[in-house]
């Protein structure tokens, strides 16, 4: 979601937003809270959303932004279904007043929510909806405005946008208000996220992380997470199950060549009776030769040209069911180079599989062809 996004595995009303702007590398920070769904001594802290009227609720999980989260996010990557991800930067030009229950739908703070929980409630950008924090015995209730409807939230894994994900899904709200709604919520309810923005380049990202784990990770526990780190680790990750779906595909090239050769090698042989008659009515040898080798290399082409169509229609479709399923954005591409690569050598074995059983036989006399 930023270059650098840090989670706080500690319990407290806390801010370490001043220390992490310290760390040389920083540009700015953003901090972000959420709740526990449940303290150590069971208590839970529940928040429900609510269309206005109340025909529909769902338990939600609230998060708290300050001003500086467009700063550092990644706007580029939101995908607002409704709505601007601007909305993100005006979360905090209203404040909430829980004791007020009649105020004008422009007076009312706003939230973005996931389009899971959009699609739930049946609302959209400019309705209301009503939050309820129950933090134990406590409870506070709220209107906001839907500002925005997010089917992708970068830095938040639970902006999500099935409907059937739709329980425990994202709701972001300024932190000042968030606060507001959490006032009788104790210090153990309250966990951290900081979204960090780094100066330089994926180097100084590194040197970043690297600085805060050192510094605040015997303290509080910090799980930092860097974008620079984990390109690298999705880079040579690739290139590893490159190598070992390459070596998967040498092998299994080179027995279906060998099954391809024996197969067309029997073939050829099955049919020296027929090779036998055609060449005692006056076949050349080259005829013949050119007879069989095409025949070879047009099963081949079309036995290719199918299994590769067959091949890329099934990728396509588990790519598409894995991007729906997990939600993640997943790019399909086209191995062209390897699939012409094997579809030739497939064609030159058939070709050569055809040529050595078909120029031996050919060597001899149509009458010792049908003695055979």
């Given at each position: 979601?930023?270059?650098?996004?840090?989670?706080?595995?500690?319990?407290?009303?806390?801010?370490?937003?001043?220390?992490?702007?310290?760390?040389?590398?920083?540009?700015?920070?953003?901090?972000?809270?959420?709740?526990?769904?449940?303290?150590?001594?069971?208590?839970?802290?529940?928040?429900?959303?609510?269309?206005?009227?109340?025909?529909?609720?769902?338990?939600?999980?609230?998060?708290?932004?300050?001003?500086?989260?467009?700063?550092?996010l990644y706007t580029r990557q939101i995908v607002c279904e409704a709505g601007r991800p601007?909305?993100?930067?005006?979360?905090?030009?209203?404040?909430?007043?829980?004791?007020?229950?009649?105020?004008?739908?422009?007076?009312?703070?706003?939230?973005?929510?996931?389009?899971?929980?959009?699609?739930?409630?049946?609302?959209?950008?400019?309705?209301?909806?009503?939050?309820?924090?129950?933090?134990?015995?406590?409870?506070?209730?709220?209107?906001?405005?839907?500002?925005?409807?997010?089917?992708?939230?970068?830095?938040?894994?639970?902006?999500?946008?099935?409907?059937?994900?739709?329980?425990?899904?994202?709701?972001?709200?300024?932190?000042?208000?968030?606060?507001?709604?959490?006032?009788?919520?104790?210090?153990?309810?309250?966990?951290?996220?900081?979204?960090?923005?780094?100066?330089?380049?994926?180097?100084?990202?590194?040197?970043?992380?690297?600085?805060?784990?050192?510094?605040?990770?015997?303290?509080?526990?910090?799980?930092?997470?860097?974008?620079?780190?984990?390109?690298?680790?999705?880079?040579?990750?690739?290139?590893?199950?490159?190598?070992?779906?390459?070596?998967?595909?040498?092998?299994?090239?080179?027995?279906?060549?060998?099954?391809?050769?024996?197969?067309?090698?029997?073939?050829?042989?099955?049919?020296?009776?027929?090779?036998?008659?055609?060449?005692?009515?006056?076949?050349?040898?080259?005829?013949?030769?050119?007879?069989?080798?095409?025949?070879?290399?047009?099963?081949?082409?079309?036995?290719?040209?199918?299994?590769?169509?067959?091949?890329?229609?099934?990728?396509?479709?588990?790519?598409?069911?894995?991007?729906?399923?997990?939600?993640?954005?997943?790019?399909?591409?086209?191995?062209?180079?390897?699939?012409?690569?094997?579809?030739?050598?497939?064609?030159?074995?058939?070709?050569?599989?055809?040529?050595?059983?078909?120029?031996?036989?050919?060597?001899?006399?149509?009458?010792?062809?049908?003695?055979?």
């Open positions: 979601g930023a270059d650098l996004k840090i989670q706080a595995f500690y319990t407290g009303s806390e801010s370490l937003k001043p220390d992490l702007e310290h760390i040389e590398g920083v540009k700015a920070v953003s901090e972000v809270r959420f709740l526990h769904s449940r303290s150590d001594a069971g208590i839970a802290y529940d928040v429900v959303i609510s269309d206005v009227v109340g025909m529909k609720n769902l338990w939600v999980v609230p998060f708290g932004a300050d001003r500086d989260l467009a700063k550092v601007e909305a993100i930067a005006e979360l905090a030009a209203q404040a909430v007043n829980p004791a007020e229950k009649a105020s004008p739908s422009n007076a009312l703070p706003p939230v973005v929510l996931s389009l899971a929980v959009a699609r739930f409630l049946e609302v959209d950008a400019g309705d209301l909806v009503q939050l309820s924090f129950r933090l134990g015995s406590e409870r506070s209730d709220a209107r906001f405005r839907v500002a925005a409807v997010c089917s992708a939230m970068p830095g938040f894994e639970s902006f999500r946008a099935r409907v059937a994900r739709a329980v425990g899904a994202g709701v972001l709200m300024s932190l000042d208000n968030f606060k507001t709604m959490t006032r009788s919520a104790p210090a153990e309810a309250f966990q951290g996220l900081y979204f960090a923005r780094t100066t330089g380049d994926a180097s100084a990202q590194k040197t970043a992380a690297h600085r805060i784990r050192e510094e605040f990770d015997v303290r509080y526990r910090f799980g930092v997470q860097c974008t620079a780190e984990q390109k690298e680790q999705a880079r040579i990750l690739y290139w590893a199950t490159q190598v070992l779906f390459g070596l998967l595909l040498v092998v299994a090239v080179v027995i279906a060549v060998f099954a391809l050769i024996a197969s067309m090698a029997t073939t050829v042989m099955e049919r020296r009776r027929e090779i036998g008659v055609l060449k005692a009515l006056g076949l050349r040898r080259r005829q013949l030769f050119l007879l069989f080798l095409a025949e070879a290399v047009i099963l081949t082409l079309s036995a290719g040209i199918a299994g590769g169509a067959i091949g890329f229609t099934l990728a396509w479709l588990f790519v598409l069911q894995a991007s729906v399923l997990m939600e993640l954005a997943t790019a399909f591409t086209m191995p062209y180079v390897t699939f012409l690569a094997t579809l030739a050598i497939s064609i030159l074995a058939g070709a050569l599989a055809a040529y050595v059983p078909t120029r031996s036989l050919l060597r001899k006399s149509a009458a010792e062809i049908l003695r055979i």
